[in-house]
């Protein structure tokens, strides 16, 4: 099987399902003509031309709303936001009509929708950082996913495009990977031991709500998203030198959630780490962590620990960017807190 | 302060090119969608209906002009002001009385009341209630019109109020710049709940506000159902034909409050007194009437018509069950990723 990179995977699942099917579109900024801004639609405009790679002016909250027209009406959009953070301009069309049309109009509605938008820290300070799940898992009436590897995210994506609800898919820029074109070292990170990973040729699923033991393990439960699954997995390959056997679960979609999979584990190792890049206040380690309390606080034998970003706008800084969001250190600390006792 | 005068906008009828039965139709509609509403407002006032509702008793004919034009599988977006658009595009009165009461046979099953009625079979794709956000949506149908290689085209009906909010600039260049098959129809009722449209818009002559994206317009006397049947049916056959979008304003009064039971007390009573003696069916009526074009009669059996549907509306809607406390469960998700996404 050949090896892919994150956005070679989330390529291949686009233009799969455009060429099965041509009322899949692509919008968004510089997507077209330029390939991309992390060339995660490279070579898409060529192939398929302008009625199929749709160019849009900067209008985020504009080509959003076009999006859900068309999605009313018998296409399959895919908008690319070209940063996570620029959904917010956005907002009303993403949570008061995408997400609310199926209820509002009594089902009526099919929304076959998909945002595709790249977050996660790597020096571009406020703006351009966001880790952004948290608004729109709090959002009912779509779904949010977060592909860690080439694998899940080309089956992922290729489930999010034949489905018939707004699905969200947030992608890490330091996890596209060396391969992407637009990546680069830039785009790499120290603690991803091996870019690509084996992705099957052929289009595939992966249904939603199914989560993946990343390692297995007896000692102790870190339930890790996007960058932080590959964090987890370095932090689990050193301390099981010291005898500390970590088990690693990938969500791999906030909504829906797989709570199963992620209550069997703790009601098994009885102790937990809760890591993503998100801010903690009101984020989504605080309410993984509100699940494992209300269903499996009999089998807790410590508070479940949250390693996520300190509650601040990303600051430029270097060395206050790697302070203000969790490293391979903290989710090592925290394994070591829950196992104290 | 000064809003439009009934004088400044007003345009004569011109019955050239109206048969008797286009004429009759628009008629039919227009009253429907006065005589629901009036009904509407007398059960709030009985008490006897949930939620809240926005009139737009006077309005009629801008509603009526624009969806006669369009043809069955043509898209329209809408407003919190929206049932004289779901009524212009043929939705059934029986749904839309039987989703006012939150009934299981209502339009949207219960779940969106007035602010969110729609019905895609019809190609109404909503009411909505967040405003100026019908605007992209209906630019997004034409855009699928396009790829889809169907000649369907898309109207969006928005107020005064929404022409400042970004989506409209974003949607009118977006639209432009792809020659989108889309109408806007800014039906400009001169206030934006309380405020005026001097008090809010630097431009007032709404139609020229498109030529920063070279999207042509016009003004037209909204409250004379054929001036705006005749503006938008050229729009529209442009718009089909792909010459891209136009911005029609149609010039209008909210002879009601905002919303409800809202009493306008921010504008002068002559003001309103003088607007309703330009209402849009009393002068179709006497116009029609003076040219002998449709008789007394004949617009009395509309009329008597139009009775019956309401009274039949309101069985239908008291016919259905209320609907239940769980019922949403099944509206949120398609249910589809339950049985595989194969």
């Given at each position: 099987?050949?090896?892919?990179?994150?956005?070679?995977?989330?390529?291949?699942?686009?233009?799969q399902?455009?060429?099965?099917?041509s009322?899949?579109?692509?919008?968004?900024?510089?997507?077209?003509?330029?390939?991309?801004?992390?060339h995660?639609?490279?070579?898409?405009?060529?192939?398929?031309?302008?009625?199929?790679?749709?160019?849009?002016?900067?209008?985020?909250?504009?080509?959003?709303?076009?999006?859900?027209?068309?999605?009313?009406?018998?296409?399959?959009?895919?908008?690319?936001?070209?940063?996570?953070?620029?959904?917010?301009?956005?907002m009303?069309?993403?949570?008061?009509?995408?997400?609310?049309?199926?209820?509002?109009?009594?089902?009526?509605?099919?929304v076959?929708?998909?945002?595709?938008?790249?977050?996660?820290?790597?020096?571009?300070?406020?703006?351009?950082?966001?880790?952004?799940?948290?608004?729109?898992?709090h959002?009912?009436?779509?779904?949010?996913?977060?592909?860690?590897?080439?694998y899940?995210?080309?089956?992922?994506?290729?489930?999010?495009i034949?489905?018939?609800?707004?699905?969200?898919?947030l992608e890490?820029?330091?996890?596209?990977?060396?391969a992407?074109?637009?990546?680069?070292?830039?785009?790499?990170?120290?603690?991803?031991?091996?870019?690509?990973?084996?992705?099957p040729?052929?289009?595939y699923?992966i249904p939603?709500?199914?989560?993946?033991?990343?390692?297995?393990?007896?000692d102790?439960?870190?339930?890790?998203?996007?960058?932080?699954?590959?964090?987890?997995?370095?932090?689990?390959?050193?301390?099981?030198?010291?005898g500390?056997?970590?088990?690693?679960?990938?969500?791999r979609t906030?909504?829906?959630?797989?709570?199963?999979?992620?209550?069997?584990?703790?009601?098994?190792?009885?102790?937990?780490?809760?890591?993503?890049?998100?801010?903690?206040?009101?984020?989504v380690?605080?309410?993984?962590?509100?699940?494992?309390?209300?269903?499996a606080?009999?089998?807790?034998?410590?508070?479940v620990e949250?390693?996520?970003?300190?509650?601040?706008?990303?600051?430029?800084g270097?060395?206050?960017?790697?302070?203000?969001?969790?490293?391979?250190e903290?989710?090592?600390?925290?394994?070591?807190?829950?196992?104290?006792? | 302060?000064?809003?439009r005068?009934?004088?400044?906008?007003?345009?004569?009828?011109?019955?050239?090119?109206?048969d008797?039965?286009?004429?009759?139709?628009?008629?039919?509609?227009?009253?429907?969608?006065?005589?629901?509403?009036?009904?509407?407002?007398?059960?709030?006032?009985?008490i006897?209906m949930?939620?809240?509702?926005?009139?737009?008793?006077?309005?009629?004919?801008?509603?009526?002009?624009?969806?006669?034009?369009?043809?069955?599988?043509?898209?329209?977006?809408?407003?919190?002001?929206?049932?004289?658009?779901?009524?212009?595009?043929?939705?059934?009165?029986?749904?839309?009385?039987?989703?006012?009461?939150?009934?299981?046979?209502?339009?949207?099953?219960?779940?969106?009341?007035?602010?969110?009625?729609?019905?895609f079979?019809?190609?109404?794709?909503g009411?909505?209630?967040?405003?100026?956000?019908?605007?992209?949506?209906?630019?997004?149908?034409?855009?699928?019109?396009?790829?889809?290689?169907?000649?369907?085209?898309?109207?969006?009906?928005?107020?005064?109020?929404?022409i400042?909010?970004?989506?409209?600039?974003?949607?009118?260049?977006?639209?432009?710049?792809?020659?989108?098959p889309?109408?806007?129809v800014?039906?400009?009722?001169?206030?934006?709940?309380?405020?005026?449209?001097?008090?809010?818009?630097?431009?007032?002559?709404?139609?020229?506000?498109?030529?920063?994206?070279?999207?042509?317009?016009?003004?037209?006397?909204?409250?004379n159902?054929?001036?705006?049947y005749?503006?938008?049916?050229?729009?529209?056959?442009?718009?089909r034909?792909?010459?891209?979008?136009?911005?029609?304003?149609?010039v209008?009064?909210?002879?009601?409050?905002?919303?409800?039971?809202?009493?306008?007390?921010?504008?002068?009573?002559e003001?309103?007194?003088?607007?309703?003696?330009?209402?849009?069916?009393?002068?179709?009526?006497?116009?029609?009437?003076?040219?002998?074009?449709?008789?007394e009669?004949?617009?009395?059996?509309?009329?008597?018509?139009?009775?019956k549907?309401?009274?039949?509306?309101?069985?239908?809607a008291?016919?259905g069950?209320?609907?239940?406390?769980?019922?949403?469960?099944?509206?949120?998700?398609?249910?589809?990723?339950?049985?595989?996404?194969?």
């Open positions: 099987m050949r090896k892919l990179s994150l956005a070679d995977a989330i390529r291949e699942a686009m233009i399902e455009m060429r099965s099917n009322n899949v579109i692509l919008m968004g900024e510089d997507v077209g003509r330029f390939n991309g801004a992390f995660v639609s490279h070579g898409m405009f060529e192939e398929f031309g302008p009625k199929r790679v749709w160019d849009t002016p900067i209008s985020e909250a504009g080509f959003m709303g076009m999006g859900i027209g068309a999605a009313l009406t018998g296409l399959r959009p895919i908008i690319e936001f070209q940063y996570a953070d620029f959904m917010y301009c956005a009303d069309q993403i949570v008061n009509e995408a997400a609310k049309l199926r209820l509002m109009s009594g089902g009526q509605a099919n076959p929708l998909v945002i595709r938008a790249p977050q996660g820290a790597t020096g571009r300070a406020a703006q351009h950082s966001q880790s952004v799940e948290a608004y729109f898992m959002t009912p009436g779509m779904y949010v996913v977060m592909p860690s590897t080439p899940d995210a080309k089956g992922l994506m290729i489930s999010a034949r489905l018939n609800d707004p699905v969200l898919v890490h820029k330091l996890l596209y990977g060396a992407s074109p637009g990546g680069g070292k830039a785009l790499t990170d120290q603690t991803i031991s091996e870019i690509g990973s084996d992705v040729e052929d289009a699923t939603f709500g199914k989560a993946d033991i990343k390692r297995a393990g007896s102790v439960t870190i339930i890790a998203t996007l960058i932080m699954v590959h964090r987890a997995l370095a932090v689990a390959g050193e301390l099981e030198k010291e500390i056997s970590c088990e690693v679960i990938d969500p906030l909504v829906p959630l797989d709570e199963e999979t992620i209550l069997q584990s703790v009601r098994k190792t009885n102790r937990v780490v809760v890591a993503t890049e998100d801010v903690e206040r009101g984020g380690s605080a309410e993984l962590t509100s699940i494992i309390s209300r269903k606080f009999d089998f807790l034998d410590a508070p949250c390693v996520a970003a300190d509650n601040t706008p990303i600051p430029f270097p060395a206050a960017e790697k302070h203000v969001i969790p490293q391979m903290d989710i090592r600390d925290a394994v070591y807190r829950v196992l104290k006792d | 302060m000064t809003i005068k009934p004088e400044d906008v007003i345009e004569p009828f011109n019955f050239e090119g109206f008797s039965a286009l004429l009759k139709t628009l008629y039919l509609r227009m009253v429907r969608a006065r005589e629901f509403e009036e009904k509407l407002y007398y059960l709030f006032l009985t006897k949930p939620g809240t509702m926005h009139q737009a008793t006077g309005q009629e004919a801008v509603a009526v002009g624009v969806a006669s034009v369009l043809n069955a599988d043509d898209y329209v977006t809408s407003t919190h002001r929206g049932h004289a658009h779901c009524i212009a595009k043929d939705v059934s009165l029986n749904s839309m009385m039987a989703e006012m009461f939150a009934k299981r046979n209502g339009a949207c099953k219960g779940m969106g009341g007035s602010m969110h009625l729609c019905d079979s019809k190609g109404m794709l009411a909505f209630g967040i405003v100026g956000a019908g605007i992209p949506i209906a630019t997004g149908a034409a855009l699928s019109s396009i790829v889809r290689g169907t000649r369907q085209v898309a109207v969006s009906f928005f107020g005064d109020g929404a400042n909010e970004g989506v409209f600039h974003e949607s009118l260049n977006m639209a432009s710049l792809w020659k989108l889309v109408i806007y800014v039906e400009n009722n001169q206030y934006a709940l309380s405020m005026p449209n001097e008090l809010e818009s630097a431009v007032t002559d709404l139609s020229s506000r498109g030529c920063s994206y070279n999207v042509p317009g016009r003004t037209v006397d909204g409250n159902v054929l001036a705006v005749n503006a938008a049916r050229q729009a529209v056959e442009d718009a034909n792909g010459k891209g979008p136009f911005l029609l304003e149609c209008t009064y909210r002879v009601r409050g905002h919303a409800r039971f809202e009493q306008p007390n921010y504008r002068p009573k003001e309103e007194e003088l607007w309703k003696q330009y209402d849009p069916i009393l002068r179709f009526k006497q116009a029609a009437t003076t040219a002998g074009i449709l008789s009669s004949d617009l009395k059996a509309i009329d008597q018509q139009v009775e549907e309401i009274e039949d509306s309101i069985a239908f008291q016919s069950e209320d609907v239940g406390a769980l019922d949403y469960k099944q509206f949120i998700y398609s249910g589809q990723m339950e049985g595989g996404v194969e």
